[in-house]
C-alpha cells in the first residue's frame, strides 16, 4: 500500500497571503495524484487531478505541482472561503490511499 | 448537473448488515466507474470500493474484504454497498463518488454522505 503523507497537519494562514501544502508518497506515483478541498460539514471537492490540472470550475489561485513521491498544493492569496481541510490522493496503485489532511485555518 | 444522493445510513448492531444506495443523475451512469469512501467523524478520508462502469471488475480495501459488496444497476443509474458483518470501526460517513474516467480513479463528483453508525 502506498502511503501518503500530508504536512504540516495544521497550516495558519492570514487571508491574502500564500499557503503551500505538501504531500509525499512512499513511493513513486508518476502525476496521478488529486488534491481536495473540504469546508466544515460538506462533502469533499476535487481541486487538482494528474498533479498539476485544475479541475472544472477551480479558480486560478489554486495550483498544484510535482511528480514521484513529492507534491505541493500552493493557494497563492487566500480568500476566506478557502480555510478548510486539504487532502492529497494517489490513484496510481490499488489500494487508492490519502493523506491525513491539512487544515488551514484563519491566523 | 451531476447529482449523487445516498441513503441507507443509520444506526446497527455489531455483527449486522446494512444496504447502502446512491442515486445518480446528470452523466451517462454506465461509462463510469463509482467509488465509495468514508470519513470517520473528525478524520480523514478512507477509499473503500471501487466497480468499473459495466460492474464486471470490484476493488476493495483490505479492511473491508469479505463482509463489504459493491454492486450496481445501470438500468437504474444506482450503485450499492452491500454491508455486512458490521463492526464498531466500520462506523462513519459513507460517500459515494463518481470516477473521472475507466483508468483514472479520482473522484471528480462527490455525494452528501450517509452516516452509519454501529454500536451496541
Known amino acids: 500500500e502506498i502511503v501518503m503523507t500530508q504536512s504540516p497537519a495544521t497550516l495558519s494562514v492570514s487571508p491574502g497571503e500564500r499557503a503551500i501544502l505538501a504531500c509525499t508518497a512512499s513511493?513513486?506515483?508518476?502525476?496521478?495524484l488529486a488534491w481536495y478541498q473540504q469546508r466544515p460539514g460538506q462533502a469533499p471537492r476535487l481541486l487538482i487531478y494528474?498533479?498539476?490540472t485544475r479541475a472544472a470550475g477551480i479558480p486560478a489561485r489554486f495550483s498544484g505541482s510535482g511528480s514521484g513521491t513529492e507534491f505541493t498544493l500552493t493557494i497563492s492569496s487566500l480568500q476566506s472561503e478557502d480555510f478548510a481541510v486539504y487532502f492529497c490522493?494517489?490513484?496510481?496503485?490499488?489500494?487508492?490511499?490519502f493523506g491525513g489532511g491539512t487544515k488551514v485555518d484563519i491566523k | 448537473e451531476v447529482q449523487l444522493l445516498e441513503s441507507g445510513g443509520g444506526l446497527v448492531q455489531p455483527g449486522g448488515s446494512l444496504r447502502l444506495s446512491c442515486a445518480a443523475s446528470g452523466f451517462t451512469f454506465s461509462r463510469y466507474p463509482m467509488s465509495w469512501v468514508r470519513q470517520t467523524p473528525g478524520k480523514g478520508l478512507e477509499w473503500v470500493s471501487s466497480?468499473?462502469?459495466?460492474?464486471?471488475?470490484?476493488y476493495y480495501a483490505d479492511s473491508v474484504k469479505g463482509r463489504l459488496i459493491i454492486s450496481r444497476d445501470n438500468s437504474k443509474n444506482t450503485v450499492f454497498l452491500q454491508m455486512n458483518s458490521l463492526r464498531v470501526e466500520d462506523t462513519a460517513i459513507y460517500y459515494c463518488a463518481k470516477e473521472s474516467g475507466t483508468y483514472s480513479y479520482y473522484h471528480d463528483y462527490w455525494g452528501q454522505g450517509t452516516l452509519v453508525t454501529v454500536s451496541s
Open positions: 466497480i468499473t462502469g459495466s460492474g464486471g471488475s470490484t
Open positions: 494528474d498533479a498539476s
Open positions: 490522493q494517489q490513484y496510481n496503485n490499488w489500494p487508492l490511499t
Open positions: 513511493q513513486s506515483v508518476s502525476s496521478d
